[in-house]
């Protein structure tokens, strides 16, 4: 169940970009034909024409330093919707203290660029904390009880889901879409949107996208910009642990304990790495598979990892399926 927490104000962000220093609440047509909102009643208010034009309305947030992984969610959304959205905010209250806040690539410009490409992307939310978190800061979370502890990603960064599922919830309360778009590299956190999707009681559809990878088959991430020329050859090595443990439950082997051991020797067999978790969960319930369980035959699990490599923190997932 979801319920609501109150918590200290947040600090701000550092100085936007010159050419978004202007009065909040503005929109501006971007030279690329896209625009640019950063305040809440201009957002209201386009989506109000939209409304009013009958139009079916896609939407995919985003916290911008974009690649193709999120381009090609605004492609699928092109596809089903006459319109789509994009919000690109770096959301302060699901970063712990300690985390990588300050340090996360922001690049409004090259980001509207790349969406200019996209049919239908017609509207960029891009706004300042102040309009997220107007009451002086964060003091209402959206709670997610014992789905965020259940959730290995969750219990490795305590207090992510919880910002994650409270600026979730804002953003569809404004844009209100028809069908909202997330990929699946992020397994976890798609897990805690449809559940608040469904709990909260919200008329959006939820549709995950497959992961994008690059050639050798590292999950495309905007922290991978993190990565050195020194470390990047040993950025696949939670992939390729994935997979053998992909094909060992394809080979029939369904013991939870064994399947995420086979995993993590492979990974702690890298000295330049630091194993973080592995996980075997159901992708519908969060449930986790415990040592000496079973995997179901008849539901999809999800086997995500993390792992640290220098001073980058990766992801990733598979979906197992008989």
Same mark, same amino acid.
């Given at each position: 169940?979801?319920? @609501?927490?109150?918590?200290?104000?947040?600090? @701000?962000?550092?100085?936007?970009?010159?050419?978004?220093?202007?009065?909040?609440?503005?929109?501006?047509?971007?030279?690329?034909?896209?625009?640019?909102?950063?305040?809440?009643?201009? &957002?209201?208010?386009?989506? %109000?024409?939209?409304?009013?034009?009958?139009?079916?309305?896609?939407?995919?947030?985003?916290?911008?330093?974009?690649?193709?992984?999120?381009?090609? &969610?605004?492609?699928?959304?092109?596809?089903? =919707?006459?319109?789509?959205?994009?919000?690109?905010?770096?959301?302060?209250?699901?970063?712990?203290?300690?985390?990588? &806040?300050?340090q996360y690539p922001r690049d409004l410009d090259g980001d509207i660029k790349k969406l200019s490409s996209v049919p239908k992307l017609?509207?960029?939310?891009?706004?300042?904390?102040?309009?997220?978190?107007?009451?002086?800061?964060?003091?209402?979370?959206?709670?997610?009880?014992?789905?965020?502890?259940? &959730?290995?990603?969750?219990?490795?960064?305590?207090?992510?889901?919880?910002?994650?599922?409270?600026?979730?919830?804002?953003?569809?309360?404004?844009?209100?879409? %028809?069908?909202?778009?997330?990929?699946?590299?992020?397994?976890?956190?798609?897990?805690?949107?449809?559940?608040?999707?469904?709990? *909260?009681?919200?008329?959006?559809?939820?549709?995950?996208?497959?992961?994008?990878?690059?050639?050798?088959?590292?999950?495309?991430?905007?922290?991978?910009?993190?990565?050195?020329?020194?470390?990047?050859?040993?950025?696949?090595?939670?992939? +390729?642990?994935?997979?053998?443990v992909e094909k060992a439950f394809s080979d029939g082997l369904r013991d939870a304990g064994r399947l995420l051991l086979l995993g993590?020797?492979?990974?702690?067999?890298?000295?330049?790495?630091?194993?973080?978790?592995?996980?075997? =969960? =159901?992708?519908?319930?969060? +449930?986790?598979?415990?040592?000496?369980?079973?995997?179901?035959?008849?539901?999809?699990?999800?086997?995500?990892?993390?792992?640290?490599?220098?001073?980058?923190? *990766?992801?990733?997932?598979?979906?197992?399926? +008989?």
């Amino acid at each position: 169940a979801c319920m @609501l927490l109150r918590c200290r104000p947040l600090s @701000l962000l550092p100085r936007l970009p010159a050419f978004l220093q202007r009065r909040r609440g503005c929109s501006t047509q971007f030279p690329y034909g896209v625009e640019i909102i950063d305040g809440v009643e201009q &957002l209201r208010a386009a989506r %109000h024409r939209m409304e009013m034009e009958g139009k079916i309305v896609g939407f995919v947030p985003t916290m911008g330093a974009l690649h193709a992984g999120h381009i090609s &969610l605004v492609q699928e959304a092109s596809k089903a =919707c006459d319109e789509v959205i994009t919000s690109i905010f770096v959301n302060p209250t699901q970063f712990a203290e300690g985390e990588d &806040l300050d340090q996360y690539p922001r690049d409004l410009d090259g980001d509207i660029k790349k969406l200019s490409s996209v049919p239908k992307l017609t509207t960029v939310f891009h706004p300042p904390i102040a309009e997220m978190y107007p009451e002086d800061g964060a003091k209402v979370f959206v709670g997610l009880d014992e789905l965020e502890n259940s &959730l290995r990603e969750g219990q490795s960064r305590p207090g992510h889901f919880r910002g994650v599922a409270t600026v979730v919830t804002k953003l569809f309360n404004l844009v209100q879409p %028809h069908k909202a778009y997330f990929g699946q590299k992020d397994g976890a956190q798609c897990i805690v949107i449809k559940r608040i999707v469904r709990e *909260l009681l919200m008329n959006t559809e939820v549709n995950v996208v497959p992961t994008m990878r690059e050639e050798d088959g590292l999950a495309m991430s905007s922290r991978n910009l993190y990565l050195s020329a020194e470390n990047r050859p040993f950025a696949t090595t939670l992939y +390729k642990a994935l997979k053998a443990v992909e094909k060992a439950f394809s080979d029939g082997l369904r013991d939870a304990g064994r399947l995420l051991l086979l995993g993590e020797d492979m990974i702690q067999r890298e000295e330049k790495v630091e194993f973080l978790y592995l996980d075997l =969960c =159901c992708m519908e319930s969060g +449930k986790q598979y415990k040592d000496g369980e079973n995997l179901a035959e008849d539901a999809p699990v999800m086997l995500s990892g993390a792992m640290q490599l220098g001073k980058t923190r *990766l992801i990733d997932n598979l979906i197992l399926q +008989k």
